[in-house]
């Protein structure tokens, strides 16, 4: 007899494993125990595999009552998938569904798809749901993965159904646009009146009316018509009643004239009067009737046709009787009867009195003359500031060593025999403030001066004082294009010009400027004769007539206040300016 045989049990497996990969044991007998398809991948859920046992001795022992083959039960545990990324949804119309809407760009062993397909999206929109299905949710382990996710959905607007705007119903004068009916419009809104509450007159060009879509959140009106001006038609309505006064309830024909006063009735047409049948009385164009005989006549009273009523009309009838007869005597009891007393006639009519003539206005007696004002006094005249001129003598130049680095003072001129001092040259200001005296922050006295001049190239070095310019300044600018930069420790400097650099008028505007290059105030440098005339500008060509002139340079500084100095200098050329 051979041993007893014990099928094993199996080892765990992940799904994805072969059985061959799930190792047996607790098994006993003589033989090996093998999986029956060791190459089989068996799902989580399954009803266990054949093992077979394989005895080692089937010679010297007998198996045939033995169980050589049983199906063991395979533990399978689920994989874990890969990662599942949401796809992104196609841009759809207003109106079409969600299952319209494609879905892109994802990644998943699976399918996804809308949570509510038949969803109609609107415009806008905070995103749907979209399900991720796995092929396989049996063997892999979808438990930590997000299944649902919301996406976005781009919906554009719809185009939206034609917009035609309805009629308007008639309505009569003096009723409002709300009282006419709005009627024939077609489109998803309402058509009401832009100013429901006018009052429109007869004659209108119409009015507008404004359509309000039922759904502008989703509809494009953008190349839509919304508002249009709609013609209405509008009745002239029919006037009040009229109504006269005035009028006795007997007339006789001894009756003086009388006017009747007409009230009621609606507009501004006027009144007219017409006898229209009889021929008792006669009617004036003012409505004052006259008697003319016993009799009865009718009078048509008509209020015109105005702009927004119909004419008005009122007939009266007028009765005229006769006048009352004179009573007769009774005769005196006397035995002989006196004769029959001849009745007397008719009484005429007492004439009705003429009216006294409308007084005169007493004359309103003539208004006196408007008295004469007294006139204005004339303004005292204000005195034109006085420029006081530098007083110096016509100096003879006296040449200046070259600079050095520390300031040097500007040579005094030897004086010259006098002659006439020329005129200052100050601008940019409505006010001079004399040499000497100076304002805060601003330089009391500029004495620039020249300490080369080059009769052949025409260059006229000046030597200035960085501490002479205002306050603040930091750099000069030439009209030459030149920038000199001013430092603390520049002490005097040297500004560089060429004759040929000046203008017609023969001036050169030099600007200080502050930190920022904004202008702190300009120094214009005239050239004048030393009559204080203006030359012309030296010719380019350098050319000489030979009269020897005396110019003298005058630099004047204009600073914002109105500040100036001016130092004069004697500079000879023997070429014309």
């Given at each position: 007899m051979p041993h007893a045989v014990t099928f094993p049990t199996s080892g765990v497996i992940t799904y994805g494993q072969r059985l061959s990969e799930s190792a047996l044991t607790g098994k006993t007998g003589d033989g090996i125990f093998t999986w029956k398809d060791p190459d089989t991948f068996p799902p989580v859920q399954n009803a266990g595999y054949e093992v077979v046992f394989t005895p080692n001795d089937t010679a010297?022992?007998?198996?045939?009552?033995?169980?050589?083959?049983?199906?063991?039960?395979?533990?399978?545990?689920?994989?874990?998938?890969?990662?599942?990324?949401?796809p992104e949804s196609g841009a759809i119309t207003f109106g079409q569904k969600l299952s319209e809407s494609s879905l892109s760009g994802a990644s998943g062993d699976g399918i996804f798809i809308w949570k509510f397909p038949d969803t109609v999206p609107p415009v806008s929109n905070a995103g749907f749901t979209i399900v991720f299905v796995p092929d396989d949710a049996d063997n892999y382990d979808y438990s930590n993965i997000k299944l649902e996710r919301i996406v976005s959905v781009a919906v554009a607007k719809a185009i939206p159904s034609s917009v035609i705007f309805p009629t308007s119903g008639v309505i009569t004068y003096g009723q409002r646009l709300s009282d006419s009916s709005l009627s024939g419009g077609i489109g998803d809104g309402i058509f009401t009146w832009k100013d429901p509450d006018t009052f429109p007159p007869v004659q209108n060009a119409g009015y507008g009316v404004v359509f309000t879509p039922d759904d502008s959140d989703n509809m494009?009106?953008?190349?839509?018509?919304?508002?249009?001006?709609?013609?209405?038609?509008?009745?002239?309505?029919?006037?009040n009643l009229l109504s006269v006064s005035g009028i006795s309830d007997s007339i006789t024909l001894d009756d003086a004239p009388f006017d009747m006063t007409v009230t009621g009735g609606s507009g501004e047409g006027g009144l007219s009067f017409e006898v229209t049948s009889g021929d008792a009385v006669t009617v004036s164009p003012e409505g004052r009737i006259m008697i003319v005989s016993v009799g009865t006549a009718k009078i048509t009273i008509t209020k015109a046709?105005?702009?927004?009523?119909?004419?008005?009309?009122?007939?009266?009838?007028?009765?005229?009787?006769?006048?009352?007869?004179?009573?007769?005597?009774?005769?005196?009891?006397?035995?002989?009867?006196?004769?029959?007393?001849?009745?007397?006639?008719?009484?005429?009519?007492?004439?009705?009195?003429?009216?006294?003539?409308t007084p005169q206005p007493t004359t309103s007696p003539a208004p006196t003359g408007t008295p004469t004002p007294t006139s204005t006094p004339a303004p005292t005249e204000t005195q034109a500031p006085v420029i006081t001129p530098v007083p110096i003598s016509s100096p003879t130049l006296t040449p200046t060593p070259a600079p050095s680095s520390t300031a040097t003072s500007?040579?005094?001129?030897?004086?010259?025999?006098?002659?006439?001092?020329?005129?200052?040259?100050?601008?940019?200001?409505?006010?001079?403030?004399?040499q000497g005296v100076a304002q805060p922050g601003r330089p009391s006295n500029l004495t620039p001066a020249i300490t080369e001049y080059n009769d052949d190239s025409g260059v006229i070095i000046f030597e200035i004082n960085s501490n002479d310019l205002p306050n603040g300044t930091m750099s000069i600018k030439m009209s030459n294009g030149k920038i000199i930069r001013i430092t603390d420790t520049l002490g005097a400097f040297r500004l560089e010009i060429n004759i040929d650099d000046l203008n017609e008028k023969g001036a050169l505007a030099i600007i200080a400027l502050d930190k920022e290059s904004e202008s702190l105030g300009s120094y214009n440098i005239q050239i004048t004769n030393e009559k204080g005339q203006i030359d012309v500008p030296v010719n380019k060509d350098g050319g000489n007539n030979g009269i020897p002139t005396v110019l003298w340079v005058i630099i004047g500084i204009a600073l914002v206040g109105g500040i100036g100095a001016a130092a004069y200098v004697t500079l000879k050329r023997h070429r014309v300016l």
């Open positions: 010297n022992y007998d198996y045939s009552s033995i169980e050589l083959e049983r199906i063991v039960t395979v533990t399978v545990v689920k994989e874990t998938p890969q990662s599942v990324i949401f494009d009106y953008s190349n839509v018509i919304l508002e249009k001006t709609v013609s209405i038609d509008v009745k002239k309505a029919d006037q046709e105005s702009a927004g009523y119909l004419k008005g009309i009122l007939i009266v009838e007028i009765n005229v009787s006769a006048a009352a007869p004179t009573t007769t005597p009774t005769p005196t009891g006397t035995p002989t009867p006196t004769s029959t007393p001849t009745p007397t006639g008719t009484p005429t009519p007492t004439t009705t009195p003429t009216p006294t003539g500007t040579p005094t001129p030897t004086p010259a025999p006098a002659q006439t001092q020329p005129p200052s040259v100050i601008t940019g200001g409505p006010s001079v403030t004399p």
